[in-house]
């Protein structure tokens, strides 16, 4: 399990308040989950659009500490208040992906930023997701083994906005920092799937 997602029944006790008064409002799991989404693409366009301002870069991490809660929420919202569905599941595992791809890819334009690094840790974050969820196919528990996962991959790059957006030289270290994400991306893929395919051999 990842490091820092093991934090999450804490994270959730915080949140609980807050996601039972959306929960008597009306509100559903789908449409937080949804709103998510959209507050991840807002977030990647203005990098985009501005690559290199600072103001997007450093309102970075505080958008990915607000994703992650409203992730939190959606999933109580579902358990907790009988709004689990078909639906529900597709939205919350392609609003992860989709999210991550349209908050990190924009960073590769910033000039320095070097593309295969963000390239490759959104696509092997993709492939680490899919297996995750491809246990639960063969039969297994959702995988959510790290090290890197999505929380993790969120705090990494949220620390390479804050560096960016306060104006720290990027040669020769973002090469390296990326580098790293990328491997433990690789590890956290074999990982997910070693695990994966051993909870299955064991219910044999």
């Known amino acids: 399990m990842s490091g820092i997602y093991k934090l999450k029944p804490q994270f959730q006790a915080l949140l609980r308040p807050v996601c039972n008064q959306l929960a008597k409002a009306g509100v559903t799991a789908n449409q937080v989950t949804i709103l998510a989404l959209v507050l991840s693409a807002l977030a990647g366009v203005s990098i985009a659009l501005q690559p290199g301002a600072i103001w997007p870069l450093l309102s970075l991490p505080l958008v990915l500490v607000l994703r992650m809660a409203l992730n939190a929420v959606d999933g109580m919202l579902a358990r907790e208040h ?23 890819l924009p960073l590769a334009f910033i000039p320095g930023v070097p593309l295969w690094g963000v390239y490759g840790v959104v696509l092997l974050g993709t492939m680490s997701e899919m297996i ?56 956290t893929l074999l990982n997910r799937g070693a695990k994966a395919l051993q909870e299955e051999a064991g219910a044999c």
């Not at 992860?96 to 791809?101: F, H, R, W």
Request: net charge negative; proline share 4%; hydrophobic share 55%.
């Open 132 to 187: 995750g969820v491809v246990s639960v196919q063969i039969g297994g528990q959702r995988r959510y083994d790290g090290p890197f996962g999505k929380s993790d991959r969120a705090v990494a790059f949220g620390l390479l906005a804050i560096l960016i957006g306060v104006g720290v030289p990027l040669q020769p270290w973002v090469a390296w920092f990326l580098g790293v994400a990328v491997l433990l991306s690789i590890w």
């Open 82 to 104: 009988h709004m689990e569905s078909r639906l529900g599941a597709v939205l919350n595992e392609m609003g992860d992906v989709i999210s991550d791809a349209v908050l990190y």
